[in-house]
């Protein structure tokens, strides 16, 4: 039996919108009995993108983040809905089935990831469905990863072992949106924004950008070493927050430096200027 699920690449993602936009253009105005029934033109985002901006000028980088109901192994909305107003499908599709759900405004509440909408008009809860009613009729995606033009959004069969997801899964690159909930989401994310230290080599007697100078952070059972680009620039990413590294800053012929940093925010060095032993 397959079980559905996605994986979505943060560091693929230019926010372009067109998967939020699909999810729109499938949904709104049109009804889908028995799994869903029409999206409001405005106040649901059933493919929500979180836009974070990171570090500070001049090196700032912002990420997006594609929200959509996870699908969980373990969903609480169907463990905290009653009379089968929530129910998981055997291929691990979690729906909202729009007729025992009437007037059920509290199954809102049962989702941590906060992905249910209130529909006032209709008065029923609502979310995406993973486009099922596309699947049951052979469709091989949903809407929004159709839409996807640069391939951050991944959908695919998690118990085929040779799916391209379920590959993916297995070489461990992926992770929850929010382990701490506890649901086994079936969307995973690769590249979540976590935090980042960076900084510009110059050697100070010439004034030009160090390039190919080696830059090694330790720490927190760690360490990591990179070589600065051709304009000088180095950059760890995806460290975890609120730990405490050393930054060491080497070439041959020249003084090295040391920096003490603290992750408890991303970490631009600026301009570090190297001197000449
Ligand atoms: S993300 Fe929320 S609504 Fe979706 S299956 Fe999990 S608990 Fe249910
Ligand atoms: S369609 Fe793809 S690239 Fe565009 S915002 Fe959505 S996930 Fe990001």
Not at 13 to 22: M, Q, R
Not at 174 to 190: C, F
Not at 229 to 254: H, I, R, W
Request: hydrophobic letters at 35%.
């Amino acid at each position: 039996m397959s079980k559905y699920g996605i994986v979505m690449d943060v560091t693929k993602c230019n926010g372009c919108y067109n998967c939020f936009l699909a999810c729109r253009d499938e949904y709104c105005g049109n009804d889908y009995p028995p799994y869903s029934l029409s999206q409001p033109m405005t106040g649901h985002f059933w493919m929500r993108l979180v836009e974070k901006e990171r570090g500070q000028y001049p090196k700032v980088k912002a990420a997006y983040t594609a929200v959509p109901c996870m699908h969980c192994e373990n969903p609480a909305c169907v463990k905290l809905s009653t009379g089968g107003a929530v129910y998981q499908r055997t291929d691990g599709i979690v729906l909202i089935d729009p007729v025992k759900a009437s007037g059920q405004k509290n199954i809102l509440n049962t989702c941590p990831y906060r992905v249910i909408f209130w529909n006032e008009a209709k008065q029923i809860p609502q979310k995406c469905t993973m486009c099922a009613h596309l699947l049951d009729k052979g469709w091989q995606e949903p809407r929004c990863v159709e839409a996807c033009p640069t391939g951050a959004l991944l959908f695919g069969d998690l118990d085929d072992p040779n799916s391209e997801i379920a590959k993916i899964i297995a070489e461990g690159k992926t992770e929850s949106l929010q382990p701490e909930y506890g649901l086994k989401e079936k969307v995973r994310y690769i590249g979540l924004p976590k935090r980042f230290v960076a900084g510009s080599v110059v050697f100070k007697d010439t004034d030009a950008c160090a390039e190919g100078v080696k830059v090694t952070l330790v720490g927190e059972g760690e360490k990591q070493t990179v070589q600065t680009n051709n304009y000088g620039d180095f950059e760890f990413e995806g460290l975890a927050a609120d730990k405490s590294y050393t930054v060491k800053v080497e070439a041959p012929g020249y003084k090295s430096q040391k920096f003490e940093v603290k992750t408890s925010i991303d970490i631009y060095l600026g301009d570090i200027f190297i001197k000449a032993k």
